[in-house]
Structure formats: C-alpha cells, structure tokens
C-alpha cells in the first residue's frame, strides 16, 4: 500500500458500508488490515439503517448475519497510515457517514 492508493481507497468508503473479505482483497485493501477488521456483523432490526441487506437474484435481501470489514473502521485504519489523526477530525460528529467524510476532508490538508 503506497500513500496514493490508500487515498483512494479512502475515497470509496462511504461509512455506513460493510464490504465483504473478496471486496476488500479486489479494492487493495493489504491482506494484515482485512484479518485485523473483518468481523461477524449482525442485523439490527429495529430501523433500516441497522439492517444488512445484500445482493440477491431479485434485487437486496435482508440478512441475518454477515462476515466482512466496517468501511468506517477501514477509513479510521486508513487515517492512520496517512497519519490523519482520525480522533481528532470525527470527535465531534455522531453518524458515521459524516466520520468518512470528515476523513476525506483532511486529505486536502495533507
């Protein structure tokens, strides 16, 4: 991972993303940051926004369960191989959309 191709790949998380293990190995993501963030996510039914859905043969499906990496905890991993102090620019937003976004702001300081 050069410092080019972590920017861009910063630029693809949208925050509220869980992208699954194959998704990370194709965007570039380095083999060590997928086996230290993949986790076993489970659906939250209680609103839409806590719900996984994924692809199915008639459009997305609810799921119960499903392996793969936060693109928030990707974005704050990818903060700090760039040395972006991800505490710092996020602390004061509560959604994780506006995290990420915070995150891609603080590549135009670097």
Known sequence: MNPVAAQ??????????IWSEQE????????????????????????????IYVPGDDGLRVTNQYRGVSDLLLAYKIADYLAIDWRQETSHLIDRVSKVNALKEALDEL
């Open 24 to 51: 990370c190995v194709t965007a570039g993501v380095p083999q060590a940051w997928i086996e230290e963030l993949v986790e076993q996510y489970e659906s939250g039914f209680d609103t839409d926004r806590n719900t």
């Open 8 to 17: 861009m790949l910063l630029l693809k998380c949208q925050g509220d993303e």
